[in-house]
Antibody
């Protein structure tokens, strides 16, 4: 059974870079058949996919965020990370695993990142 | 670009059947997945690949997909089914519907 846990700052100033880490247990991110994803959800609103990375490091980004997003793997720590420049919106950020058929079967608990000066 | 359309809200009487639609152009040709999200919690997968239930999801939860509409059906609705429900597909990217709030009366 996979477990995912987000970590990182809970407060970011507007226009600064938001950086989060997802620690995965129960599988090796470098050999898994899963893809690894970041998803965000403004409070009271819907889910927005940010991007996905494969075990080989191939990335796929939401076109609306592509210029601001970087997702990368840290295989030695079994982690993957998110970097989002020009932070603007407060949201709950989830890391998750995407199964081969495209469904998300494991989610982290989510971390609320507030963007405020 | 492909879009998924869900009603903002659906109401169902206790013990009756709720149906939540997810519309998209020829969505029947895609695999649709459904998530339930309760307040303060992460979403959980309740239907994958149109009709499949993960372990632990009761049989009264089912899915279908044809034409331009995928449907999540919850039979014998319970108070504990009150939640937000999201549909999702893969269309060159992960795409979510806007979500439907289910109220059990």
């Amino acid at each position: 059974q996979l477990q995912l846990q987000e970590s990182g700052p809970k407060l970011v100033k507007p226009s600064e870079t938001l950086s989060l880490i997802c620690t995965v247990s129960g599988d090796s991110i470098s050999t898994s058949t899963y893809y690894w994803a970041w998803i965000r959800q403004p409070p009271g609103k819907g889910l927005e996919w940010i991007g996905t990375i494969s075990s080989r490091g191939t990335t796929y980004y939401n076109p609306s965020l592509k210029s601001r997003v970087t997702i990368s793997l840290n295989t030695s720590e079994n982690q993957f990370s998110l970097s989002l420049t020009s932070a603007a919106d407060t949201a709950i950020f989830y890391c998750a695993s995407v199964a081969p058929y495209g469904h998300i079967d494991y989610w982290g608990q989510g971390t609320l990142v507030t963007v405020s000066s | 670009s492909f879009e998924l359309t869900q009603p903002l809200s659906v109401s169902v009487a206790l013990g009756q059947t709720a149906r939540i639609a997810c519309g998209g152009n020829n969505i029947g040709s895609k695999s649709v997945h459904w998530y339930q999200q309760k307040p303060g919690q992460a979403p959980i997968l309740i239907i994958y690949r149109n009709t499949n239930r993960p372990s632990g999801i009761p049989e009264r939860v089912s899915g279908s997909n044809s034409g331009n509409t995928a449907t999540l059906t919850i039979s014998r609705a319970q108070a504990g089914d009150e939640a937000d429900y999201f549909c999702q597909v893969w269309d060159s990217s992960v795409l979510f519907g806007g979500g439907t709030k289910l109220t059990v009366l």
